[in-house]
């Protein structure tokens, strides 16, 4: 008798085991599923229309708001051009720009002894080898934007010969001269340039 209990003891502990394990399956069986979070998935942004070159009509449009205010600070205002209401042209016989059937503005002092001429043209394929051969004759320095465009410039001095920067892209044609000239004046015309190309590129 005492044998046949421990055979039943050995026979009842994996029984008991068998039945913990079964009864803890159950438990985890009876437990529900964590639920997942659905993830949104944003649609994807708009795509970015292109860019195109616009011409101002006025010279107040000729740089952003923000350039314009910066440029026409206290002395120097729009003296000529578009938009000026002087009846005066900024050069006698036109600009190359204003041939093209561009727009050339002219900014000083009163007196004219510090001045910015900022001149806009649109280029096309039939002018484009022209207005580069008048570039070269001016003996200007060459060199080339990042992008691919062309550029003209010289730096000048502060006697005679005034600072200018020209930009020539497949579409547009971008001189400004600042007088006096020199080191300064050429970093202004440059800087003009370009904030006329992001103001009328967009």
């Keep these: 008798m005492h044998t046949a209990g421990r055979s039943w003891a050995r026979l009842g502990l994996p029984l008991l085991v068998s039945a913990l394990m079964v009864s803890g399956c159950a438990e985890v069986l009876e437990e529900e ?3 997942v979070p659905e993830v949104q998935e ?19 449009d000729i740089l952003s708001p923000e350039v314009y205010l910066e440029l ?32 050339s503005c002219y900014f000083g002092d009163v007196d004219e002894t510090m001045t910015y ?9 039939e002018n484009r080898e022209g207005i580069i051969a008048g570039l070269l004759e001016q003996k200007f320095n060459v060199d080339q934007t990042p992008t691919g465009a062309l ?14 920067y020209n930009t020539l892209h497949q579409d547009a044609w971008y001189e400004v001269l600042v ?20 103001h009328t590129y967009r």
């Design 33 to 35: 599923p964590e639920e």
């Design 42 to 60: 944003e649609p994807p942004p708009p795509p970015e229309a292109p860019k195109a070159f616009f011409l101002p009509t006025t010279c107040v």
């Design 72 to 103: 026409t600070e206290e002395p120097v205002v729009l003296l000529r051009g578009p938009g000026s209401g002087s009846p005066e042209p900024v050069y006698p016989d036109g600009s190359p720009q204003e041939e093209l059937g561009g727009i």
């Design 117 to 125: 001429t900022l001149s806009i043209a649109p280029v096309e394929q």
């Design 151 to 164: 550029i003209y410039f010289i730096q000048g001095d502060e006697f005679s010969t005034p600072a200018t």
């Design 179 to 198: 007088s006096p000239g020199g080191r300064l004046s050429y970093e202004q015309a440059e800087k003009l340039t370009r904030a006329m190309r992001e």
